[in-house]
């Protein structure tokens, strides 16, 4: 059977009304504040995103109520009117509660809040849920649960056969690893732990006290059970009393300040919002500095009953970081030439000199880590530098050498030791206290050895002073280009720092995707393997085109902040070559659009990574991508270069395709590395 559209008439005659509805209903609340206040642009844009929240909130309540989600499995001929519900619910969730409903700019310790104004069931008690949640009204998290940083709860699954859907419940106590996908249907018992990187397949029962690991998860063990009931320190009375407090003192000396300064340099409300966030920042910063020196972080385990104060001053360093540096530290908002110098505030210890130091990846504990000269973190991969069990909590260091390649979507647990020169595969899982010799390839989950490195530390990239004048150049132009178009525009604005600023924006992006189109046009990026001292312009082509991506278009392009449906468009203008008569979801990543293909109603799953570059050692390579009609990429999975897609074929979730790799037309495949597993019917 081949995977059908999503759309038909519904969609058009009910759901585009529906927004419309909500949009002008939230046009008048701006208005009517305007007419009364004056407030100014930025605060009229803050009152009608804030009206179009509320307006979706409630619109999907009376949905709800008046269409309760039910379980089970739903065809299109049988059950249009379940899955249209569905769709539109999705529809109004990503495109007017995106940037918190799927992005999660919203720190951690809010999403328990807003996760129940969209339906879950949440427990009481101090809840981290530091993943994705999609279709809260399907989910039950009880009490005393910690989900894990980019962890995925997913309900439902739609397939050519249709949707199914299920209620996940995660029970009292239990434990969710980084990085690990929960399919619909799921129950995690009482004090459970399922393991970072894992998929644990629908309809799976992990009873209580269980270990659970691996794709597709297993159970690895069981942990003992408590006498009793031992409260965790999350959600002991030093969170619930002495953070609020300290948060408290460092938001109001930065409002006072920034108040007064407003004041006397005579700031509009845009103004004094950006000196507030500004000073908070600082601030936080200078918090964590002192609180890093009173009390050093030292490695070691640490048990919630009895070393209370380490992880009480543990978890206070991560809610200041998560509350007021959530958009630097956790998200990944900064582009990663900033990124080295942001972690470093926060206690990293990152060697400078002579190399290419790519920081695309995100860090949790970055006084737990150090990097060395010339090391390549790819794009989304993870460095954790603390682990949590039942019970306790584990800080041990990171160290990665010099010259060392993490590739995408990696993850680097507490306490690995990266040799010089030695490089992890893509989405590859290094689990705790690994040691990696100088020069060896490591592949899988968990990772394991897979070429020898002969004790030697590859070279990596080298950066002169070409690639310095010409990268600052470019970008100097672009700049450049963006404040005098600005500045011609005055007339427009009248000196309202918030429409400037926006104005700006709009020319800064709309310059860079001129000069990326100038640069595919006159330098064509062919397929190939490239090493630096072979073919030193291709490499430098390649670095300026893709600062320019991460720097000018960091937020569509890298970090994916607009709606799936709208990344199709922004990614034709990077040079996607697909079709513009159907719908397809982007709800992944792709890197390097210039050098993909998709054909028409292709779905590609929530954090999907498609790309056409690997960095490997010190080569490159590019090659081109195609995705055929009507594929579908599962959740999580990543489609490395020069691989192509048959038409109705399935990537199944946390799945890795290799680079070359061909899956011929109405395949199946699934796996790391992702092989044949069946037929689609």
């Known amino acids: 059977m081949q995977i059908r559209s999503m759309l038909n008439w519904r969609d058009l005659f009910f759901s585009v009304p529906i927004e419309m509805t909500l949009l002008f209903l939230s046009f008048l609340s701006a208005n009517a504040v305007s007419q009364v206040w004056h407030p100014g642009m930025f605060a009229e844009v803050l009152v009608f ?63 328990k809040f807003f ?33 894990g940083h980019e962890a995925l709860l997913l309900p439902h699954r739609f397939t050519a056969e249709g949707l199914d859907r299920a209620r996940i419940t995660v029970c009292r106590g239990a434990v969710i690893g980084a990085r690990s996908i929960l399919m619909y249907g799921v129950t995690v018992g009482e004090g459970a732990m399922v393991k970072a990187m894992s998929l644990v397949s629908e309809k799976t029962t992990i009873l209580p006290y269980e270990i659970w690991g691996g794709i597709p998860a297993r159970k690895m063990g069981e942990l003992p059970r408590p006498a009793e009931k031992v409260p965790r320190a999350f959600a002991g009375w030093r969170d619930m009393i002495i953070s609020p407090m300290v948060e408290t003192v460092l938001l109001g000396v930065a409002g006072y300040a920034a108040w007064k300064l407003a004041h006397y340099l005579h700031f509009g409300f845009f103004g004094g919002a950006m000196l507030f966030y500004v000073l908070v920042v600082a601030l936080t910063l200078i918090a964590l500095q002192l609180l890093r020196w009173v009390f050093p972080f030292k490695e070691g385990r640490y048990s919630f009953k009895e070393h209370p104060w380490v992880c009480y001053r543990w978890s206070l360093h991560g809610f200041l970081c998560i509350m007021n540096l959530f958009l630097h530290f956790q998200n990944g908002l900064i582009s990663p030439p900033l990124r080295r110098f942001f972690s470093q505030l926060l206690g990293a210890k990152i060697k400078s000199g002579q190399g290419l130091l790519s920081m695309s990846g995100l860090f949790q504990d970055p006084y737990m880590l150090q990097v060395g000269r010339g090391s390549v973190i790819c794009h989304d991969a993870l460095i954790l530098g603390h682990a949590i069990t039942q019970n306790e909590l584990i800080l041990s260091r990171v160290d990665v050498g010099d010259n060392v390649v993490i590739d995408a979507r990696s993850l680097i647990m507490p306490g690995v030791t990266l040799g010089a020169g030695a490089r992890v595969a893509p989405l ?60 011609w525009s005055f007339p427009f604005w009248r000196g309202d720092g918030f429409a400037g600023l926006m104005i700006f924006h709009v020319l800064d992006v709309s310059v860079a995707l001129l000069v990326l189109a100038i640069l595919r046009r006159v330098f064509d990026f062919k397929t190939g393997t490239y090493i630096q001292q072979d073919h030193p312009d291709v490499i430098r082509r390649w670095r300026l085109y893709d600062f320019i991506c991460i720097t000018n278009l960091k937020f569509y392009y890298f970090n994916g902040l607009l709606p799936p449906h709208l990344r199709k468009v922004f990614h034709r203008l990077l040079g996607l070559r697909t079709s513009l008569n159907d719908l397809f979801s982007i709800g992944g990543l792709l890197l390097e659009s210039h050098m993909i293909t998709i054909g028409r109603n292709a779905v590609i799953g929530l954090d999907a990574l498609v790309t056409s570059i690997q960095v490997t050692d010190n080569s490159l390579l590019l090659g081109q991508v195609t995705i055929g009609d009507r594929v579908l990429i599962g959740h999580r999975a990543v489609i490395l270069p020069g691989v192509t897609i048959g038409e109705s074929s399935i990537v199944e979730a946390m799945s890795l395709v290799m680079p070359g790799t061909i899956i011929p037309p109405f395949e199946i495949w699934s796996g790391i590395p992702a092989r044949k597993v069946g037929n689609v019917v």
């Open 49 to 111: 995103y804030a009206a179009l929240m509320a307006c979706t909130i409630i619109t999907l309540k009376i949905i709800r109520v008046l269409f309760p989600p039910l379980d089970g499995h739903f065809t299109p001929s049988e059950h249009p009117h379940v899955l249209y519900i569905w769709r539109l619910i999705n529809f109004l969730s990503m495109t007017n509660l995106f940037l918190l409903y799927q992005c999660s700019l919203l720190p951690t310790p809010l999403r």
């Open 115 to 147: 996760s129940r104004l969209l339906g879950a069931k949440i427990g009481k008690g101090l809840i981290s849920i530091g993943g994705l949640i999609v279709d809260p009204y399907a989910i039950t998290i009880e009490e005393d649960v910690l989900i």
């Open 428 to 487: 590859s899982l290094v689990t705790t206290g690994t040691k990696i010799p100088p020069g060896e390839t490591w592949f899988g989950v968990p990772a394991r050895k897979i070429a020898e490195g002969q004790g030697i530390s590859r070279s990596g990239f080298k950066t002169d002073i070409g690639d310095i004048v010409i990268t600052a150049g470019t970008k100097l132009g672009i700049f450049g280009a963006a404040v005098l178009g600005t500045i």
